[in-house]
């Protein structure tokens, strides 16, 4: 069994609730940071640990954190990002769900950490039962001191509030959820400034995902120094994987970052194998965003070396031949499904998701989605794809945020690894009509 942080107690009836989990350690690692640690004391640790965000991006959290601006006399905030609208993604709703003292209990630490007396919880529209949870969990951990004026008397004060937003996939990047905090349309700003400068209201803004935040609990209990021993390389500790799509397990797995892509598909611990004795023909490992990647490349790196689940390993070879761990939304095809329709869904999605500032995004989803239904709906001209490779070019890169990036790279990599599958269904429309159960309407 691999080792878990996150979901060690996740076993134990009632976790939920705060007298479990104060029973079971819960808020131990609050205690030892509020009582006997400076704020630049607990920074050095999740430095030390070498914790990677986990809504994607994968950048330092300790890095992230010691940006922070600190003008004289302007508050700072803590923002949770709890927006998890990716594709594939479902990871941060259990935490959420079933752990939520966890979560609260990384804010307290981490707010503690960057000196901020609020802290928001922006959490999607669609996860419309969960801010009741929250909201129980935070009225809880107030009751019993943990959260309010003078905190377990060490004179730290921190009131968390929780946000729902009103479904938009958007505002999981960062500024569009800041306007969308402040009331505003959730519309990405440019930067700089960053919010770190200028961010919530105008004052240095920390945000953050839901389980990198959760993480801090872990880190803080057994040292930056024992959180780095786990997993491997850059790539430390462990980290959530929501799993679905052709596998026998769907679910959320904490995995360790030092075991390979195919010990975590066909292993009985994690997905345990694909239904029906079906052959592995793609995977996009980390959310809708991410380049798919055929089996063979899948499994084993250009050079040959089995793909671990890591940041390192799954980008081996940039996107020519590798792809992102992105947020762990790891989503498995089997060899009945067709990558025209899969492409399609996802450029459908990327298209109603555009906020509209940017030309190439909001025009180039839309045309995107446009030519790929004419191909999937068997009225495709091989010319078209290589207008799609054309329109996604002119897309990447040039955009204020990085949806547009994410709605390139899947339509990109599902040409560069399946052309043929592409030109089928240019030469036999009526088969590929037929297969893919009549014509598609999106
Ligand atoms: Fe909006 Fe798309 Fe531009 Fe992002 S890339 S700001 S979503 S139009």
Redesign the pocket.
Known sequence: MGRKLLFDKAHIEGIRYYDVYRANGGYGSAEKALKSMSPEQVLDEVKKSGLRGRGGAGFPTGMKWSFIAKPEGVPRYLVCNADESEPGTFKDRYLMEFIPHLLIEGLLISSYTLGCNSCYIYIRGEYAWIPDILEEAIADAKKNGWLGKNIQGTGFDLEIYVQRGAGAY?CG?ET?LIESLEGKRG??RIKPPFPAVKGLWDCPTVVNNVETLATVVPILRIGGEEYAKYGTGKSTGTKLISACGNINKPGVYEIEMNISVEEFIYSDEYCGGIPNGKRLKACIPGGSSVPILPANLLLKTAKGEPRMMTYESLSDGGFATGTMLGSGGFIVLDEDQCIVKNTLTFARF?HH??????????EG?GWMKRVLLNIENGKGKMSDIDLLWDIQRK?EGN???????A?AWPVAAAIRHFRDEFEWHVLHPEEATKRNYGLAHY
């Open positions: 958007i990047e569009a519309n990405p990327y998701e555009s906020c509209g500032q940017c030309s190439p995004c909001r989803t897309i955009t204020i945020c990085p949806l547009g990036d709605a």
